[in-house]
């Protein structure tokens, strides 16, 4: 059998398209993709997104890819995902149509893989590390997305505490390199401000770049936050992976491994600290367990498959620190139904090292970033690693904001005046904290006209301690507001 391999020819006009995604899109940057020559099996059975195939060949493995070539020039791919005997179940990368029963599937060498260079920063990328920002980038090195090369004798557990600059954030959510953080909030509380602030900050003050990974979005937001990075002059330090609500469950469930691997370029071979956005880690489940619905897996409670635990495990454990680099993640979770004991969840919240909660009511009253600060939790928020001034300033602070939403009902009915002089001083220096954790963000300088700041904790917490122990009680509220440290002005 002849198994000789051909390189795709990119300007081969028949091979312009490589999926159906990209239908009316040319596609130029296939060079190095090799499709061998003789076939390796036949399908015999086609559904939705899953091919049955008949195996000529012993050489297959799963996670392999294999294509199948249409007469109208285009390139469909599928993923090995079992192999039975004989015979094999194949998930297509975009949809099955236009495929029939006999045709012949030839192996395509390196099965789903990334870009590996230093080309990735500035791009937008399909789940399949392909470029989907119309750029004429040439990939000239990638890897599989799925060989994770590091060992756990790598992995540091204690690594730095990563400062971010945002007082609230870093007061009441601080994080160490290698952290898992979920993020909360729906449209419209400034989720993606605080993205772009956090990746703004991560590059000024550590010179580190970040992966932002889109699982399930709409076309619309996709487009809407590349413009946005564009505007704000981040796009050059970040790179971006897609996998839209519109694709295919195989889409949606590979878009993070292609993150990743992005992500551990920066931290192996740059040797970086990096930050990387996954928006919606439950949009991978959902497009997961759709996969095995189709291959006739047997479902758990809610329709989850026994598969979740290990696949949610498998993604976590590539995301950690090293001696010479780090990925840290910020991980937003979609709550079906409101329901924060569903397994998926449940699943995900277990790797978590701590959260943060945006709050509608917060952006409705003008505080930025609308953090909810009853709901917004880190591990590092411990005696031992944080030191106990700042442990003890958290503390009395939520001590504080918890007697002034009790206050609030009271003063409603009865008036201030009602009040003792202790519950006076509670209610007027809870206003300056919340007033003090709002803060003008850089990536937000042309539409506020407020010059952005980065703040240091120590300042955070010189003015937190000033604040509780009476010293600004003859200072208005509305001087703590859209500042940086007050005790530097």
Sequence with gaps: MDNTNTIIDPSNPALNFISQTREKEEYKQEVGKKISSASIGRIISISSIKIEILLASSELSVHDVVCAKMSDGRIIEFEIEEIKGSTANAICFEMTNGLKRGMDLYKVDGGISAPFSDKILGHMFSSFGEPIDKSNVVIDE?????????????????????????????????????????????????????????????????????????????????????????????????????????????????????????????????????????????????????????????????????????????????????ETGSITSFQAIFIPADDVYDEAVRAISSHLDGQVVLDRKQAEKGFYPAIDVF??????????????KHYDLVKETLRYLSRYNELEEIIAVLGIEELSQEDQDIFYRSRKLLQYFTQPMFVAENYTGIKGQFVKIDDVLTDVEDILSGKYDDVDESRFAYIGAYKNR
């Design 375 to 388: 709901k917004t939790t880190s591990k590092l928020i411990d005696i031992e690693v944080v030191g106990r």
């Design 142 to 322: 990638r890897k599989n997305v799925y060989k994770s090369h590091l060992d756990l004798s790598d992995v540091t557990i204690n690594g730095d505490i990563m400062w971010t600059g945002i007082k609230v954030l870093d007061f009441l959510a601080p994080m160490r390199k290698g952290f898992k953080m979920g993020l909360l909030g729906g449209a419209g509380v400034g989720k993606t401000v605080l993205i772009k602030e956090l990746i703004h900050n991560v590059y000024t003050g550590l010179q580190s770049n970040s992966i932002f990974v889109g699982v399930g979005e709409r076309s619309r937001e996709g487009q809407e936050l590349f413009q946005e990075m564009k505007e704000g002059d981040l796009l050059d330090k970040m790179s971006m992976v897609f996998g839209q609500m519109g694709e295919s469950p195989t889409s949606r469930s590979k878009a993070i491994y292609t993150g990743l691997t992005l992500a551990e370029y920066l931290r192996d071979a740059k040797r970086q600290d990096v930050l990387v956005f996954i928006d919606n880690i439950y949009r991978y489940i959902q497009g997961s367990s759709e996969i095995y619905s189709e291959l006739g897996y047997m479902s758990v409670e809610n329709g989850y498959p026994s598969q979740m635990l290990s696949d949610i495990a498998n993604i976590e454990e590539r995301i950690n620190s090293t």
